[in-house]
């Protein structure tokens, strides 16, 4: 079974500034994939970014990217820029690979971002 | 194109009665998936559908919980006699064939009385 930690229940910005997010994870597949979703108060999922494990290069979508260091479980995700409508619940999750696919959450990071 | 969809948006229901919530996934998204999220328990997955199959239940909490998927398209999931401890959202998602990403319809927030 897979686990994931997310150590930071809140986090905030000021905006324009950059803000990063941990998550660790816990993890017996070999082929899986990673995401972070944003929800915002609407609770609409929204994915954000997503990673191959077996790429080394870290994924970047615009603003958005991550540090994902498979040996440690690492994938952190970083916001540059932080605009107003970043703010959100963050949620880390790896998914279970090649069996079913199915997403494995942490329990979020609620971040804020001041203006 | 559409996105996922789900009905109702919000319920509310008295305990022991049964509820059927509905998801209508991406059209050609042959994978469907349940999720539930409450403040306890957080994002927990219930239910996976490869076309009308259901090869991962592990996720159900108990056997008044039960899905069904027809046409490879519309998933309806039902709870039965609901207690207040069934108050949560629950998501539905569909999976992208090429990039492995989830997308999730806006849930239904279900409130037992």
């Known amino acids: 079974a897979q686990t994931v930690t997310q150590s930071q229940p809140e986090m905030s910005v000021q905006e324009a500034e950059t803000v990063t997010l941990s998550c660790t994870y816990d993890?017996?597949?070999?082929?899986?994939?990673l995401f972070w979703y944003k929800q915002p108060p609407s609770r609409q999922m929204i994915l954000v970014i997503r990673?191959?494990?077996?790429?080394?290069q870290n994924a970047t979508e615009n603003r958005f990217s991550v540090n994902f260091q498979k040996a440690a479980k690492s994938f952190s995700l970083k916001i540059s820029d932080s605009q107003l409508g970043d703010a959100a619940m963050y949620f880390c999750?790896?998914?279970?690979?090649?069996?079913?696919?199915?997403?494995?959450f942490g329990k979020g990071t609620l971040l804020t971002v001041n203006p | 194109g559409a996105g996922v969809s789900q009905s109702p948006s919000n319920k509310v229901t008295e305990k022991g009665k049964d509820v059927e919530l509905r998801c209508d996934p991406i059209s050609g998204h042959t994978a469907l998936y349940w999720y539930r999220q409450s403040l306890g328990q957080g994002l927990e997955f219930l239910i996976y559908f490869q076309g009308n199959s259901a090869p991962d239940k592990s996720g159900l909490p108990s056997d008044r919980f039960s899905a069904e998927r027809t046409g490879g398209s519309v998933s309806t999931l039902t709870i039965q006699r609901t207690q207040q401890e069934d108050s949560a959202v629950y998501l539905c998602a569909s999976l992208s064939p090429t990039g492995y990403e989830q997308y999730f319809g806006p849930g239904t927030r279900l409130t037992v009385t």
């Open positions: 999750a790896p998914n279970s690979g090649g069996s079913n696919y199915k997403l494995t």
């Open positions: 990673q191959e494990a077996y790429k080394q």
């Open positions: 993890t017996s597949e070999s082929d899986y994939y």
